[in-house]
């Protein structure tokens, strides 16, 4: 959503971090819980055939009817629950009932709910029947480039070790342009708070990580070039090629004993098991 734009610079003293406690980030889980079992139950209602607007009204009624707010609906004026953004799309699309889905194309589904005033905020790219084997590889190196990005954020590290680790993944996987100018961010009593966190970087800038700090990380990789343009709409960002781009996205907390993830439904264990990291 807006707010994410924002570049690297040189290192400084960022804003303050919120740090939650142990009994804010259960309510932050509760939030984060939420957002992903409505986007395990878009991920079912992704078919051919389905209108944006469709999987629109899914979520926006499992979010209320589970005692939840959309955290996207009327923010900053954005008309829907849901961001939809479909094939060269990146982010922040808008759900039309003249969005129709069809076989082989990728769809970014990116959510956000408020639970007692707290906010989670994750994305998924789902396939639309059968894609191609490029569209898969783009959407596995994405989806892994997100948890080594979440994995190293770890107690003592800094901001940007995260935001190198995500593009050095998404380097040594071959060519795909790295979507600059959008990025991850803090969040917590607001979907969007400081400080922002970029794909790509050095290590070693950006604050320290304290536990109680909870962060959205959000990797958005297209198959062409990383140049990204704003449609008339004022909210939807494409590709300038045309090509396809996806789009993953978490919510964690910062703790002692390593990254919880809090929108994953089994809270990141089984990723991190394939990474070999303690969480």
Not at 5 to 34: D, N, T
Not at 147 to 170: F, K, N, R
Not at 177 to 194: F, P, R, S
Request: glycine share 12%.
């Amino acid at each position: 959503m807006r707010g994410e734009e924002h570049v690297w610079g040189r290192r400084r003293r960022g804003p303050a971090v919120q740090i939650k406690s142990p009994e804010q980030v259960e309510l932050m889980r509760a939030a984060g819980l939420l957002v992903g079992r409505t986007l395990e139950l878009l991920r079912e209602a992704v078919k051919p055939g389905i209108t944006t607007a469709d999987l629109d009204a899914v979520a926006e009624d499992n979010i209320r009817s589970h005692g939840g707010v959309p955290s996207f609906k009327g923010y900053h004026g954005f008309p829907a629950t849901i961001c939809a953004s479909v094939n060269e799309e990146i982010v922040h699309g808008i759900p039309s009932p003249h969005k129709v889905l069809r076989e082989g194309d990728v769809i970014s589904i990116d959510c956000g709910a408020i639970v007692e005033g707290w906010h989670g905020d994750a994305a998924i790219t789902v396939p639309v029947g059968e894609i191609t084997e490029e569209q898969r590889r783009l959407l596995e190196v994405t989806e892994a480039s997100l948890w080594h990005g979440l994995a190293a954020g770890v107690a003592g590290a800094h901001l940007t070790d995260m935001s190198h680790a995500i593009e050095s993944y998404i380097r040594s996987q071959g060519r795909y342009g790295i979507v600059e100018g959008y990025g991850g961010h803090g969040i917590g009593t607001q979907m969007h708070m400081d400080p922002l966190i970029p794909n790509h970087g050095a290590p070693g800038y950006g604050p320290v990580l304290e536990p109680g700090m909870c962060f959205a990380v959000e990797p958005m990789v297209n198959l062409g070039t990383k140049a990204t343009r704003e449609l008339d709409d004022g909210w939807t960002v494409v590709t300038t090629d045309g090509r396809h781009s996806a789009h993953f996205e978490h919510t964690f907390a910062v703790t002692e004993d390593g990254p919880r993830v809090l929108t994953a439904l089994d809270e990141g264990r089984s990723w991190f098991a394939r990474l070999g990291v303690r969480a």
